[in-house]
Nanobody, 125 residues
Framework: QVQLVESGGGLVQAGDSLRLSCAAT????????MGWFRQAPGKEREFVAA????????YYADSVKGRFTISRDNAKNTAYLQMNSLKPDDTAVYHC??????????????????WGQGTQVTVSS
């Protein structure tokens, strides 16, 4: 079992940066693929970024490529999402997720088994 807790969200202006953290419990964090997703009001949850178990392979949605960076520190059981050059369209609740099976890069929401409660990111223009 893995429990995930996100933090680091907030209200910022367009062009600002935020770093989200996802703290995980459980001894098997380092073996699990991790991902970040977001959900804006009235919209479906969408993929943002994913990272494999070791942290040496990542994948990004086109909408955030070049602005967001996903990383992880397995010694701290924590994953991160560094968000730069934020835009109003980035406004959403951001969730981190872990996959019970599979250690590679996973971009499909249905393959993730564990989810955090989310952290709100609001970007004003």
């Amino acid at each position: 079992q893995v429990q995930l807790v996100e933090s680091g969200g907030g209200l910022v202006q367009a062009g600002d940066s935020l770093r989200l953290s996802c703290a995980a419990t459980g001894r098997t964090f380092s073996t699990k693929a991790m991902g970040w997703f977001r959900q804006a009001p009235g919209k479906e949850r969408e993929f943002v970024a994913a990272i494999n178990w070791s942290g040496d392979s990542t994948y990004y949605a086109d909408s955030v490529k070049g602005r967001f960076t996903i990383s992880r520190d397995n010694a701290k059981n924590t994953a991160y999402l560094q968000m730069n050059s934020l835009k109003p369209d980035d406004t959403a609740v951001y969730h981190c997720a872990a996959a019970r099976l599979g250690a590679g890069v996973i971009i499909t929401v249905g393959r993730y088994d564990y989810w955090g409660q989310g952290t709100q990111v609001t970007v004003s223009s």
